[in-house]
C-alpha cells in the first residue's frame, strides 16, 4: 500500500502541460511515429523483393545444377566378356568393379594359394596389384590393390592377364 502512495505522489507532483502545449506534443510524436512506420513499410517492401530475387536466384542455380548432373559423363561399366588372349600368367575371366575383386583361370591345379601378389598386365605394362583372396581347382579370386593403378581412369578388364612370381 505504502508504494502505491508513492507512485500516486509522484505521479501528482510531475507537472503537467497545458493541454494545448499537450495536444501539439503528441500530434509531433505521432507525425514522428507515422515517418518511422512509413520507413518500416519500404524496408519490409524491399525485402520481400530480395525475398524473391533470391528465390529465383536459387531456382536457377538448381536447374544448373541438374543440367550439369545430366552432361556429367557416366562410368563405363567394365565389360563382363571373356577375351581370346594367350600369353604368360593368369587371363582375367571376370571384373567386379563395384567390390573391386578379379576371377582369374587357373587356380589350385596352377599352384595358386590364398595371400600370394600378383600384377596386372596389359600388353606387357604393369597396370596395377592384386592378392589372391580365394582358391578353387581351375579360377582363383584376386582382390585389387586401388592404389597400385597408375593412373586414373585405368582398371582391370577381362582379357588382361596376371602374373605371380
Same mark, same amino acid.
Given at each position: 500500500m505504502r508504494?502505491?502512495?508513492?507512485?500516486?505522489?509522484?505521479?501528482?507532483?510531475?507537472?503537467?502541460?497545458?493541454?494545448?502545449?499537450?495536444?501539439?506534443?503528441?500530434?509531433?510524436?505521432?507525425?514522428?511515429?507515422?515517418g518511422?512506420?512509413? %520507413?518500416?513499410?519500404?524496408?519490409?517492401?524491399?525485402?520481400?523483393?530480395?525475398?524473391?530475387?533470391?528465390?529465383?536466384? /536459387?531456382?536457377?542455380?538448381?536447374r544448373?545444377?541438374?543440367?550439369?548432373?545430366?552432361?556429367?559423363?557416366?562410368?563405363? @561399366?567394365? @565389360?563382363?566378356?571373356? %577375351?581370346?588372349?594367350? *600369353? @604368360?600368367?593368369?587371363?582375367?575371366?571376370?571384373v567386379?568393379?563395384?567390390?573391386?575383386?578379379?576371377?582369374?583361370?587357373? !587356380?589350385?591345379?596352377?599352384?595358386?594359394? &590364398? !595371400?600370394?601378389? *600378383?600384377?596386372?598386365?596389359?600388353q606387357?605394362?604393369?597396370?596395377?596389384?592384386?592378392?589372391?583372396?580365394?582358391?578353387?581347382?581351375?579360377?582363383?579370386?584376386?582382390?585389387?590393390?586401388?592404389?597400385?593403378?597408375?593412373?586414373?581412369?585405368?582398371y582391370?578388364?577381362? *582379357?588382361?592377364? &596376371? /602374373?605371380?612370381?
Amino acid at each position: 500500500m505504502r508504494i502505491s502512495l508513492l507512485c500516486l505522489f509522484a505521479l501528482l507532483s510531475i507537472p503537467s502541460l497545458p493541454a494545448q502545449e499537450n495536444a501539439t506534443a503528441m500530434r509531433i510524436e505521432l507525425m514522428e511515429l507515422r515517418g518511422v512506420l512509413d %520507413a518500416l513499410r519500404a524496408e519490409n517492401d524491399r525485402l520481400k523483393e530480395e525475398n524473391q530475387n533470391l528465390k529465383l536466384q /536459387l531456382q536457377e542455380q538448381q536447374r544448373q545444377a541438374a543440367a550439369r548432373e545430366q552432361m556429367r559423363p557416366r562410368p563405363t @561399366p567394365v @565389360p563382363q566378356v571373356q %577375351a581370346q588372349m594367350t *600369353g @604368360p600368367g593368369h587371363q582375367v575371366k571376370y571384373v567386379n568393379a563395384q567390390h573391386h575383386y578379379l576371377i582369374i583361370d587357373g !587356380g589350385s591345379e596352377r599352384g595358386l594359394e &590364398v !595371400g600370394e601378389e *600378383g600384377r596386372i598386365l596389359r600388353q606387357g605394362e604393369q597396370i596395377g596389384k592384386v592378392t589372391v583372396s580365394d582358391v578353387k581347382k581351375a579360377q582363383a579370386v584376386v582382390d585389387l590393390d586401388l592404389n597400385s593403378l597408375k593412373r586414373p581412369g585405368l582398371y582391370p578388364k577381362s *582379357g588382361d592377364r &596376371v /602374373l605371380f612370381p
